[in-house]
């Protein structure tokens, strides 16, 4: 029951989705930057809310960590979408290339799915339902 209550609401933390890094030779920590890019977290989340296990879980997800390149990116969109459950994604109100590129990902949310913006300190910006 307690994976059921931590999916329920599922919050991203930074480096959540990345690689460890590795060990060089000489014992220093190396990461691959190509890993921890925007477009690659964003591919590693979608894969992680489209998997079917999660479907009937996630309710509440809390991306306000999410780098606003991946929330921007299609294959996260069309993820989201799948979940039928989902009632509240929370993400960043700054950083968007566009505010039109916001209003997107809010199309692509299921029926009933309200967007809340947070700011840096977590204080809320804007809400849409």
């Known amino acids: ?11 991203y933390e930074p480096g959540l ?10 014992g220093r920590q190396s990461v691959n930057t190509k890993e921890t890019s925007s477009s690659n977290i ?8 489209a998997q079917p296990q ?9 991306f306000s960590h999410v780098p606003v390149q991946a929330l921007e990116a299609d294959v996260l969109h069309r993820s989201l979408r799948k979940l039928p459950r ?12 566009m505010p039109s590129e916001r ?16 700011d840096a300190l977590g204080v809320e ?3 849409r339902d």
Do not use: I, Y
Not at 1 to 11: A, G, I, N, P, T
Not at 42 to 49: H, K, M, P
């Open 1 to 11: 029951h307690e994976l059921d209550s931590r999916c329920m609401r599922f919050k």
């Open 17 to 26: 989705f990345c690689p460890r890094p590795q060990l060089t030779r000489s």
């Open 42 to 49: 964003a591919f590693r989340l979608a894969r992680f809310v």
């Open 54 to 62: 999660w479907h009937p879980r996630l309710q509440d997800l809390d």
């Open 86 to 97: 989902l009632q509240t994604l929370f993400v960043p109100w700054e950083g968007w290339s």
């Open 103 to 118: 209003n997107r990902l809010w199309r692509a949310l299921p029926d009933g799915c309200a967007l809340r913006c947070v």
């Open 125 to 127: 910006r804007m809400a």
